[in-house]
């Protein structure tokens, strides 16, 4: 599967931004998807998953209750949905998939990687 992330841009503080990963292929529908960002200098951050039919979620501790995740298999594409942004989302935001449960995503061990889409968060 070939993962492509978009909808970054330059937001104000307090903010709602949505990012969209349009994935190819014929069973995007069998993958789990999910997003991590990486702010400049720092770790890369495990930031929300989704299960392949969209009945199970999981979030990162520091976007909790801010952002949901979705997903749409009828046009292959997930999105974030992001609210109440914070200087500290500042980041690329990449997406990614794997043929395994959301659980993975927790532990960095995805398989697929999208180019990451640039947030910025201003004070």
């Known amino acids: 599967v070939q993962l492509q992330a978009y909808g970054g841009g330059l937001v104000q503080a307090g903010g709602s931004l949505r990012l969209s990963c349009a994935a190819s292929?014929?069973?995007?529908?069998?993958?789990?998807v999910g997003w991590f960002r990486q702010a400049p200098g720092k770790e890369r951050e495990f930031v929300a998953a989704i299960s392949w039919g969209g009945g199970s979620t999981l979030y990162g501790d520091s976007v909790k209750g801010r952002f949901t995740i979705s997903r749409d298999n009828t046009i292959n594409t997930v999105y974030l949905h992001m609210d109440s942004l914070r200087p500290e989302d500042t980041a690329v935001y990449y997406c990614?998939?794997?043929?395994?449960?959301?659980?993975?995503?927790?532990?960095?061990?995805?398989?697929?990687w999208g180019k990451g889409t640039l947030v910025t968060v201003s004070s």
């Open positions: 292929g014929r069973t995007f529908s069998s993958y789990a």
């Open positions: 990614a998939a794997t043929i395994y449960g959301i659980g993975v995503f927790v532990r960095d061990e995805v398989q697929y």
